[in-house]
């Protein structure tokens, strides 16, 4: 009896390897695919703007809300703390290296992977489950290159200026939460700021924009691309999608520091 | 000519269909009847390149393109037109989109050979009209003419249906029926439709194939069904609809 169980374990184990291993391979295909047709952009510019306008312009609102947020939350707790020690002249320097770095970009790609993402794994999910995706097959038009490869270069431009918007309004809010609430003269901050970052800061942050847009494109259009089982199944796949890049984009997020923080 | 050579294709461990083969010429209409879930859908992905099959071989028009690689099973798609059971239109494009969408896509066209063309399928499927509408405001039967006179919109030699009556009132059927049969009367146009409404192939099928647990246990004229002693296809003419 036990035997027969640690079979039906093993075997059952051996199978999810195997389905994990093969999903791994349609991805590493699809992620090359959507690469590959990167030529075809000229054709497909009127989807390129489109996902433009939704990754990029629309996204603004919820940017800003997220890295003023948190930018204002950082200056307060850190303030407070440097406080303690007497040195909340340092508060530019470390509210800035923290937001560049970190916070703006980070946030900026949970947010991304939230709402384009989201949209991603939902419209392409509802075409595979209609069909619309095996009739742009049947039709001869490459689905990938049609639906995936404009959402990547669009993600890839724009989420550049969105890390700049990032940073930029997640300073200004730690700025005025310094001059308010800490009573820290404007000056003071952002001299503290400008003279001290240096160009490693802006590559750890910048860097992770580009790397972050193909994390959350790809992995939300494969997820809607893998859609199955009617609605519901559409709704699985955009969490799953969702769950996936946002945990990607985290730990991307730690090695890309890592690696250029221990190299530049 | 499509055929299919053999072919065994499994989901998993469970085999969809084995060993199986099946010819449809030009010209002719040709009806796979089965009960649901049986795979015969799949038999239409097949023909189209849209799903490999585990083994055997697709041929169109002579030419094995079981190994053919995506690009180069476009140019042979484009010899078929398909009308998915869904219609599969693009819900966010309006009716004269849905027509001009793959003639922007794939051919060089001049702008006013597009809106020709585009004109020309608009008033075979009867939508004179409904051009700026989404697909949602149409009933299921204009919807499914929208669907057939996009498949044709290529000139194709021969267009799969699946389910072309699924979910559609009597009169509707009727018209799309009539429709598949003017199509090979008219244009030439060689058909092949996959459903489990048995009057449905009585009506227009010049042969049909039937497709039980993965295997075809009949592929002849229509008329010879009737001749068939197979205990299931005995009690599909005595209940007509299979309902599995």
Redesign the interface.
């Known amino acids: 009896m036990p035997l027969t169980y640690i079979r039906n374990l093993v075997d059952r184990t051996i199978l999810q390897l195997k389905e994990f291993l093969l999903i791994m391979q349609e991805f590493f295909y699809f992620s090359v695919r959507a690469f590959t047709t990167m030529p075809k952009l000229k054709k497909y510019w009127r989807d390129f703007l489109d996902q433009a306008t939704i990754c990029g312009a629309d996204s603004i609102p919820i940017v800003l809300v997220s890295s003023i947020s948190i930018g204002s939350l950082l200056a307060i707790e850190v303030g407070n703390l440097l406080e303690d020690f007497g040195a909340k002249t340092m508060l530019g320097r470390s509210t800035a290296l923290s937001v560049i770095r970190e916070l703006g970009p980070l946030l900026m790609g949970l947010m991304l992977s939230a709402r384009y993402g989201s949209r991603n794994g939902a419209e392409l999910g509802a075409m595979k489950i209609?069909?619309?995706i095996?009739?742009l097959?049947?039709?001869?038009?490459?689905p990938v290159a049609?639906l995936v490869m404009p959402r990547l270069a669009a993600a890839l431009v724009m989420f550049i200026p969105l890390t700049a918007l990032a940073d930029f309004s997640g300073l200004q809010a730690a700025a005025l939460m310094a001059q308010h609430y800490h009573k820290i003269d404007p000056g003071i901050f952002w001299n503290a700021v400008y003279p001290r970052l240096v160009a490693k800061d802006f590559v750890v942050g910048f860097l992770k924009a580009p790397v972050f847009a193909i994390i959350i494109t790809l992995v939300s259009s494969f997820n809607g691309f893998s859609a199955r089982g009617g609605t519901a199944g559409v709704g699985k796949s955009t969490i799953k999608g969702i769950v996936v890049s946002s945990g990607l984009v985290l730990i991307a997020n730690f090695y890309v520091s890592k690696i250029v923080l221990e190299n530049m | 000519m499509i055929e299919l050579r053999n072919v065994t294709l499994k989901y998993g461990e469970k085999i969809i269909l084995d060993k199986v083969s099946i010819e449809v010429k030009d010209n002719t209409i040709k009806a796979i009847l089965g009960p649901s879930g049986v795979g015969k859908s799949t038999i239409l992905?097949l023909m189209?390149g849209?799903i490999k099959p585990n083994s055997g071989q697709v041929f169109v028009d002579g030419v094995d393109i079981t190994n053919f690689k995506?690009?180069d099973l476009?140019?042979i798609?484009?010899k078929m037109?398909?009308v998915?059971?869904?219609n599969?239109?693009?819900?966010s494009l309006t009716i004269g989109q849905n027509f001009s969408f793959?003639l922007r896509?794939?051919l060089r066209l001049p702008e006013d050979e597009i809106e020709r063309r585009v004109c020309e399928q608009i008033k075979f499927a009867g939508l004179e009209g409904y051009e700026d509408q989404l697909p949602e405001s149409l009933s299921g039967g204009m919807r499914k003419r929208v669907a057939i006179g996009?498949a044709l919109?290529?000139n194709p030699k021969m267009i799969l249906f699946d389910e072309p009556t699924a979910g559609l009132d009597p009169v509707s059927s009727r018209k799309i029926l009539n429709l598949i049969t003017d199509l090979r009367n008219h244009n030439g146009l060689g058909a092949v439709f996959v459903t489990h409404i048995i009057d449905d192939v009585f009506a227009i099928a010049d042969r049909v194939a039937v497709l039980y647990k993965g295997k075809f246990i009949f592929d002849d004229v229509t008329e010879k069904l009737h001749e068939s002693d197979h205990p299931f296809i005995r009690s599909i003419l005595s209940d007509k609809i299979l309902e599995i």
């Not at chain 1, 097959?137 to 490459?142: E, L, S």
Request: net charge neutral; aromatic share 16%.
């Open positions: 209609s069909e619309q095996d009739a097959r049947a039709f001869g038009t490459d049609k | 992905k189209l849209l995506e690009p476009y140019p798609r484009r037109g398909i998915f059971q869904g599969a239109l693009f819900d793959f896509e794939n996009r919109i290529f």
